[in-house]
Structure formats: C-alpha cells, structure tokens
C-alpha cells in the first residue's frame, strides 16, 4: 500500500533542484514528491546534503536552480509576502529546539499566535496550555529554556512548532543528543501528533532505531545525488552500497 | 441576537460557518459579550451547542468553545450534531477532554518590600566575597605565572598586549588630543581675563597627569577590553569550555585571565604616557595658536607642575584600575548563567561595574595625592 503513491496527493514537489554553496555543489539535480499524511525521513551521511535538502525546501536557504512547489505553490522566486502565508502553514522544530532563551515558554509559543493572529489573550492562553499539554510539559509554562533539560527543550520547541496548527513540520535530527528512552518517547510523541492532527513529517535523523519506528517512506541522499527513495523494506533490501553499509553498521 | 456565525434559538446555540484564527477574534468579541449580557443560562437548565453548521474548526475554535462552555457553566455533553471530523479535534484540544488541564503552574510568591531590600544585601555581599575570591586567585596565579610559562597557551601575553594594548593607541590618543585641546581652549579663555596666560601649561599638566588621562585610558579599556573579557569568559562558561579546560587539568583562570592580566599591567601605564603626551600637544596647539606662548616655555610650565610622586602615583593608580576591569570582567564572565541572553547581561553589567569601579578606586587616590 505504501509503495501506491498514485491516489497520494504531493504536498511538496521538488524538481531539479540543485543547491551550491559558493562553487561546491551541495545537490545535484533532485527530483522527489513528499506525500501528504506521511512521514518522509530523508537519511544519509553526514555532509550528505541531507539539512541543505530540508533548508532548501522551505527557503532557509535559497535554492540555486530547480523548483520547489508546497501546497501546489512554486516558492523558488516567490514573493516574501506570499511565502510567509506559506511558513505559516509549515512549522519547524530545529536541533536543539532554537526556543528563544530570554523569554518563558508560555511566551515563546505567544509568539507565532500573536504575530500572526489577532485572537484575544483568553484565546491565546487556552491554546498554548492545550498545545504544552499535548506535549506532556503543562508543568514548564513559566519556566526560562535555560532551565529545562535537552528533552524538554525540544519537546517545548514541538508546541511552538504546532502553535498554528501546520499541515507540515519538519524536524532537524531531533533524536539528536537524546538518550534512547528520551527519544523513543518523542517519537512516540511525533507519531501520536501526526495521528491526532493529521500534520504530514518531513524527518532528518541517523538514528536507526527511530526510522524503524517511525518511516513510512525513506529518501537516501549520498555526495548531493538522491540514491534510493521507497518504504522500509525496500530501503532494507536494498543494493545500492552506501544504503547497504549504512544498515549494515547500525546492527549490532 | 443573530449573527453569522451563530444564533441562540431558546435553549440551543447553533454555530455556523468556520470557526478559524482568522474569523475567531471577531467571533470571540460578540459571542462572549452577547452571552454574558443575556440571561440565557437562568432561563434553561440545559443548553445545549449545535455545531451541524459549523464547517471548519481549528484549535482557536475549539478554544473559543471551551471559552462559551467556561462562561455557560456546562460540559462537553451539551456539545451535539457535531461531525465527526471537528468532534476529533474538540476531542484533542479541548481542555474539557478527559485528559484535564492540571493546575500546577508554579506561580511566582510575592516578593514584599523588605524581603526585596534583604534580598539585594544578600546577594550584594555574596557578589562581593565571590570577587574576594577570584581577585585572590588571580593575584595567586598571576605572581605563578611570572616564574612558570607553564599552564596558559605560547604566544597568549603578545596576542592580548596586542589586543588591549596596540589596538586602543589610535582611539585613546585621539581622544586625549580632543580633551586636551577643550580642556585648555576653556582655561585660556578665562585665564586670559586675569592676565594668567602663561600658567595653562601649569593647568593642564596638572589637571591630565593627575586626573584626566589615567580616567579616559581606563573608562576606554573598560569599554573596549572589559567588555571583550566579559563576553570571552562568560560565552566559554556557556559552552562548557571552561569545563573542558578543568577536565584537561587546566585552571581556567590561569589560562585564560592570566595572560589578559599580565598584558594589561604592561600595557595600560603605556596607555596612560600617551594619553599625557598627547593630550598636552592638543594644549600645546591651543597655548601656541590661541594665546600666542613660544612652544618651550608651555612645555616648561607642564613639567614644572607634575611632581615626581604625582606621576608615580599615576602610574600606580592606572595599573590599579587595570587590574580592576580584568577582574570585574571576569568575575561577570564566571558568574554568567543561562545561553546566549546571559553573556549579553553579563557584558553590560561588566562594563557598567567597572566604569562605576574606576570612578570610585579615582576619588579614593585623590586623597593619596594630597599626602
């Protein structure tokens, strides 16, 4: 059933997208579809192209040739005003949650919904508790990032992230520098959210046990070139030698 | 009573249309102000939401719903013909949901005046035995560091005399020409009404050995290379890099304030010859274009005024306020806490600190020099 992507609707369209940091080609020549109600974990070494793929995708960094269509919109070229309706209907959570560190959670999350909304304050209370608590850290809401474990950071960085309720949110290796316990329970967590809010995920991530856990659909870039993309079994059986060796170490 | 989005009908409320963040800060506005001024709670003991209208919801909508259910005083049980689609997402965001908000917010206690004065000593004189502290260890480490190369990085003494010393030259003499030439076009007015034209060399002597130049070296170190050591320290104690340094059996003072504290003793009585010879050629332009004296006998008048033990005194006092801005520095730097807010507090507080420092250590010389 995975494999049938005809009936899928693409909710991102990548074609021919090439990315260059100054001279050195970073991508070459991509060309994928990202499929609404998925989770997409795009793997590969590191230095692969695997976050200049992601950063590519929603303009962090400016694609160097190709086109990039979220929601059926080409973003490459488009208007900064248009694309922020688009950023708006995307959230990010980045490695180590970027939450900004001068300000209190319950702030932090304020601030996509009264930037970006005119909903009054009972509102907007009643939506940042509801979304820490689908999160599991209703306790935190007044505490500074500073004083909050890696975990929690990320997991505070999530409910910002949802604030909007996104159709699409990436993640930047957030198993990263979490122990297996931690990061099983994000995962966990990362599943239920995409369940109960029916969001499509774009993952980055090296962690094994957490593809297994999570993938629906697995993109494998090696040296800027997109080497396999397909579902788990066909990642795991599959030839090609970087893809091969990197399972292959994983297992113990 | 009737509205778009909404109509009460005796003991129902029907919704209709989309309930999003875009129309809800209308919606809000009306329906809460018509509930609360309607009676419509005391007149039925069930109401009930109709929701077979309403086509979008989103997690403000279901806010809002939570919103009428709070003022309304009834539970999700009254909600009906909701379809299955934005029944899912009450299910999920409503704060009625039977996973219940819980109230263990820790709210901040109230701080009373007292406590607060109490509070501002406390950490006041904790402030100032962690400075105790670090100023003995510095002293400790640096006396150490004279006889042993060992322990701080090749090369590290040339790099921060370099930086707090060569660097600071331009900003610092031109500053010193600029005051030099103010200070005696300001004299020379008013002395020339008594007649007194030739005692401007005496005035400005005086007036920049003893006062004016160790203050504007060090006010321009403090800004300059205060500043740098708070922030250095402070973002290596947020990085963990000073725990680094522990773990390779290295004194992060040793290493790190050490070599800053040797260059700017050098450095700064350097700072503070070319500030006076500076500031006396901007005299010198004033004495020569403006009041018409010969060159020499300015010059003369300087030297006459400044005693030996006013410029010696100097010269302590500037080394003093020396190793003032490298110890507050480092002390704000030690103390920081947080990420990246924290190194920007600490920086300013630093600076602050030691200018407030150098003016306080500045009046406490004064008397040394009337001995």
Redesign the interface.
């Known amino acids: 059933m995975k494999q049938n992507n005809i009936d899928k609707i693409p909710i991102i369209e990548v074609s021919n997208l090439t990315a260059k940091y100054g001279d050195k080609t970073i991508l070459n020549n991509i060309s994928l579809d990202i499929y609404s109600g998925e989770v997409t974990v795009i793997l590969g070494a590191s230095g692969g192209g695997k976050t200049t793929f992601m950063k590519n995708i929603i303009r962090l960094i400016e694609p160097f040739s190709g086109s990039v269509k979220i929601f059926g919109n080409e973003i490459v070229n488009m208007e900064e005003q248009d694309f922020n309706e688009i950023l708006k209907r995307v959230g990010m959570l980045f490695q180590n949650g970027a939450l900004l560190?001068?300000i209190s959670i319950f702030e932090n999350i304020s601030i996509p919904l009264e930037q970006?909304?005119?909903?009054?304050f009972?509102?907007?209370e009643?939506?940042i508790?509801?979304?820490l608590?689908?999160v599991g850290l209703?306790?935190a809401?007044?505490?500074?990032?500073?004083e909050l474990s890696g975990g929690m950071k990320k997991r505070a960085a999530l409910a910002r992230a949802i604030a909007?309720?996104p159709e699409i949110l990436f993640f930047d290796e957030p198993s990263a520098g979490l122990d297996p316990i931690t990061s099983s329970n994000l995962d966990e967590l990362i599943l239920n959210l995409k369940k109960?809010?029916n969001i499509s995920l774009v993952i980055v991530t090296h962690e094994l046990a957490s593809i297994y856990r999570i993938a629906d659909r697995i993109v494998f870039f090696d040296k800027g070139e997109l080497v396999y993309q397909g579902d788990l079994t066909g990642v795991i059986n599959c030839e090609h030698p970087i893809v091969k060796k990197f399972f292959e170490v994983g297992k113990f | 009573m009737n509205y778009d989005f909404y109509h009460v009908e005796s003991d129902t409320i029907h919704l209709r249309g989309s309930y999003i963040?875009?129309t809800?800060?209308e919606i809000?506005?009306d329906l809460t102000s018509t509930l609360l001024k309607s009676n419509i709670r005391n007149h039925y003991s069930e109401l009930k939401i109709d929701g077979s209208q309403l086509t979008e919801l989103?997690?403000?909508g279901?806010?809002?719903l939570?919103?009428i259910m709070e003022i309304l005083d009834i539970s999700t049980n009254a909600l009906v013909n909701f379809s299955a689609g934005n029944q899912?997402k009450i299910n999920?965001?409503?704060?009625f949901s039977p996973?219940k908000?819980?109230k263990?917010?820790?709210?901040?206690t109230d701080e009373t005046f007292l406590y607060k004065i109490g509070d501002f000593f406390y950490k006041y004189l904790c402030h100032s035995y962690e400075m105790l502290v670090l100023t003995s260890d510095i002293f400790y480490w640096s006396i150490v560091g004279l006889f042993d190369k060992k322990g701080h990085r090749k090369g590290s003494f040339t790099q921060q005399s370099l930086f707090i010393g060569l660097n600071a030259i331009p900003i610092v003499c031109l500053l010193s020409f600029i005051i030099g030439l103010i200070l005696s076009l300001q004299s020379a007015i008013q002395l020339r009404q008594f007649g007194a034209d030739q005692f401007l060399g005496n005035l400005l002597g005086v007036a920049l050995v003893s006062e004016l130049a160790p203050l504007i070296t060090a006010i321009i170190v403090a800004g300059r290379s205060g500043s740098a050591i708070a922030s250095e320290i402070a973002t290596m104690k947020v990085t963990e890099e000073l725990d680094a340094l522990k773990m390779m059996a290295l004194n992060p003072i040793r290493y790190v304030v050490v070599p800053k504290f040797h260059a700017i003793t050098v450095c700064m009585s350097i700072l503070v010859v070319f500030s006076i010879i500076v500031g006396i050629l901007g005299g010198l332009l004033v004495a020569v274009m403006y009041l018409g004296l010969t060159p020499i006998s300015f010059i003369n008048a300087c030297i006459s005024a400044v005693s030996m033990k006013t410029f010696v005194i100097t010269l302590i006092k500037s080394t003093v306020f020396a190793w003032q801005i490298v110890i507050i520095g480092s002390h704000y730097g030690f103390i920081v806490?947080?990420?990246?807010?924290?190194v920007g507090k600490a920086t300013t507080q630093s600076v602050v600190a030691s200018i407030f420092g150098v003016i306080i250590m500045d009046a406490l010389f004064s008397f040394l020099y009337l001995v």
């Open positions: 560190n001068s970006h909304t005119n909903l009054p009972s509102i907007r009643k939506i508790k509801k979304k608590e689908l209703s306790h809401i007044n505490l500074l990032p500073s909007l309720d109960q809010l | 963040k875009g809800i800060p809000h506005k989103d997690s403000s279901v806010a809002l939570d919103e899912k999920i965001f409503s704060s996973h908000n819980e263990n917010i820790n709210e901040k806490q947080g990420g990246a807010e924290g």
